[in-house]
């Protein structure tokens, strides 16, 4: 069986936008109430969401000789091999991802002192991306039956945030 991140550190929740939760209002209450884990379908090869570079300015300013980087807003990105389910009712990965155009809040918890299994819990160190999925194609290469999605990262993401008690 192929590796998932909820056989690691990492847990992903996917909140759909049309829930009508803000970036800053992501709470335990809310998190239980996802319908699907998308830890248990996240394929460890594959999965990048986070900061991956910086976008930077390089040029030659007036009057300067040299050739200057000045760096600028990090880079993030987004992509995730998902598995499929063999029962269709029950690929609730593919469901969630019909199309280009779906919006969600992705929260990412990394915390070395728990594990993916485990409940989430107020204060718990997060990072909320604003995500917009592409379009979904199946991976021709995978050893399993998968599909992968790259996502726009959007100006909502804000990668230092905590998760709320309560509603």
Known sequence: MAATLSKGRRKLALIPKASAVSADAI???VLAAATWNPSDYALVDGFVLGVTGENSVVG???????????????????????????????????AAHTGPGIEFWGVLRQMPTKYANEDWEALDDIEVYDLTTGTPYMRQDAEVSSFHVTYQVGSGTDTSQTVKAGA
């Open 60 to 94: 030659t300013p007036i009057g300067a000789r040299n050739v200057v980087n000045i760096p600028d807003d990090p880079t993030l990105e987004a992509s995730i091999n998902y598995l499929r389910d063999t029962v269709e009712a029950n690929d609730e990965a593919w």
């Open 27 to 29: 709470s335990v209450t």
